[in-house]
């Protein structure tokens, strides 16, 4: 055949068993010289079948052979590194970066009118459908003492509270008892009231303050405190005012470095200290700052503190000493942040705090995560203190100024 001179087989033969031999008895004279270099094979005739040989003997097909080169050539070479898909992505202008208090997206177009109240809506969601689909259940229905006690539960567990709801069902009774429910009635009384409770002292847009207009912001760990700083500032900047802050903030680091990215994206100048130093020594030289570089806003981050510890308290107050020493009259507005989600104890956190100094209003966050939305009433009743924003999202417009009659229609209508 034509491959007898490849596959010519060899007879076997029975060779003795070899034993091995100490190495000094071995004759290396004997032995067969290693070829050196590279060795040359003979190459296979032009013309052979490749499809008769062995798959390990065949020619690899052109088109593969060129794909490996291509392969190779893309590979980066000793010392390169690859930066594709190297695991870290550098992050692009206005994209999101996440940290421990919440998500914002800074390239988000600023919305509508009409927008805003979506979100708003959308917010309040959890508490329209545990609120407003039971009070329905009564449409249709004669409104007896029974009933009368199933609304007053209704709107205890909307974090009402205990004052509010005994006013509300005191008034429902005047008005509803023994009479037919019509569809729908029920629902647009409790609104009404609710808007002309909230109406109360309600907060005006704020005038600014010469030669520096100081917001002093307070309130205890996890509340959204630092979040609703970043996006105050992001607001007043859009707004074309000049917003300084401070990072009074250092017992945690990691407020320190959310309110950095805060303001780097923003355009905002930042004043800091090192972790654990004296908070009151960087609100005194962020004053100084924002006087000298013509600022027209400082805002004032603060340690996030139980109500319940003296020691932190105190600094509070310290640090309010040194700002209405260097400026009088300031601070302008202490805002008290409030997670909606902790209810009636965010009502006694704000007690606490009130009695230990002014309060000119409250922002109240994280609304569209509790179907307790009762609280904003609550609060604003309980203490008398107006609320200025509410948080009805992680997005920047998510912290909205707070409007008594479109809260109220959020809650209410479906």
């Not at 033969?13 to 004997?30: A, G, R, W």
Request: aromatic fraction near 6%; include cysteine; glycine fraction near 8%.
């Amino acid at each position: 055949m034509l491959f007898d001179f490849l596959w010519k087989k060899k007879k076997k033969t029975e060779e003795p068993e070899l034993k091995p031999q100490p190495e000094s008895e071995i004759d290396k004279n004997v032995l067969p010289e290693m070829p050196t270099g590279e060795m040359e094979l003979e190459p296979l005739p032009e013309d052979i079948d490749q499809d008769s040989l062995p798959e390990e003997l065949r020619d690899e097909p052109e088109e593969e052979v060129t794909a490996a080169v291509e392969e190779k050539a893309a590979e980066p070479e000793s010392g390169e590194t690859e930066t594709e898909d190297s695991g870290f992505i550098e992050p692009e202008v206005g994209e999101e970066i996440v940290l421990d208090e919440g998500a914002v997206e800074f390239s988000e177009p600023e919305p509508l009118e009409q927008d805003l109240f979506e979100r708003l809506s959308h917010g309040l969601e959890k508490t329209r459908q545990k609120f407003l689909t039971r009070l329905r259940g009564f449409d249709g229905e004669i409104l007896d003492h029974d009933k009368l006690e199933e609304i007053e539960s209704i709107l205890i567990e909307a974090d009402l509270g205990i004052k509010i709801t005994q006013y509300l069902i005191g008034l429902i009774e005047q008005n509803f008892l023994g009479r037919e429910l019509k569809k729908d009635e029920l629902n647009a009384f409790l609104a009404e009231l609710i808007t002309n409770i909230l109406k109360k002292g309600l907060v005006s847009s704020f005038e600014l303050q010469k030669p520096l207009h100081v917001i002093l912001v307070v309130g205890v760990n996890g509340s959204g405190k630092t979040t609703t700083i970043g996006k105050l500032a992001h607001r007043y900047q859009k707004s074309k005012h000049k917003v300084i802050i401070a990072a009074a903030d250092t017992f945690r680091a990691a407020a320190i470095e959310q309110l950095d990215i805060w303001a780097q994206r923003s355009g905002v100048e930042l004043i800091k200290s090192a972790t654990g130093a004296d908070a009151a020594a960087c609100v005194y030289d962020a004053i100084h700052a924002g006087v000298a570089r013509g600022k027209d806003i400082l805002i004032i981050d603060t340690a996030g503190r139980l109500h319940t510890k003296f020691n932190l308290m105190e600094e509070l107050k310290k640090i309010q000493r040194i700002v209405s020493r260097e400026i009088p009259g300031a601070p302008h507005e202490t805002l008290l942040v409030l997670d909606a989600v902790t209810g009636q104890n965010g009502l006694q956190q704000a007690k606490t705090f009130k009695e230990a100094f002014p309060i000119s209003s409250l922002v109240l966050t994280k609304l569209d995560g509790t179907a307790k939305g009762g609280i904003v009433v609550s609060i604003r009743e309980e203490l008398g203190l107006p609320v200025k924003y509410i948080g009805v999202g992680e997005k920047i417009y998510d912290l909205q100024d707070f409007n008594p009659d479109k809260f109220a229609k959020a809650m209410f209508e479906q």
